[in-house]
């Protein structure tokens, strides 16, 4: 009886941690992100800013960088010079005719 009572807590801790998977998910990020933003919420709070609008201004703050640091490598850079010509703007009489 005793293995069979083991093997089933088991079995049934194992399908509980697989059911809540996106809540322990959630539950651990919001704890890193806590730890990780609270030094920039101190040093607001040190400007005599209230812990709610600090945590709010930290939040905001690392949203915007993460935004900033994702958007820039994505960008292309402006050309200045005319554009290069492509195919379909070729003129009938061209030389180059696509195959």
Do not use: D, H
Not at 8 to 35: G, H, K, N
Not at 72 to 78: F, Q, Y
Not at 91 to 97: A, D, L, M, Y
Request: net charge positive; with cysteine.
């Amino acid at each position: 009886m005793g293995v069979a009572a083991t093997l089933l807590a088991v079995c049934l801790a194992a399908w509980l941690l697989r059911v809540a998977r996106p809540l322990f998910i959630t539950l651990i990020s919001a704890i890193l992100l806590a730890f990780i933003l609270e030094p920039l919420v101190q040093l607001l709070m040190r400007l005599r800013i209230r812990r709610g609008l600090a945590s709010f201004l930290a939040c905001s703050l690392m949203l915007g960088a993460l935004y900033l640091a994702l958007l820039g490598p994505g960008r292309k850079p402006s050309v200045s010079g005319p554009r290069c010509p492509t195919i379909a703007s070729a003129s009938p009489n061209s030389s180059i005719r696509p195959r």
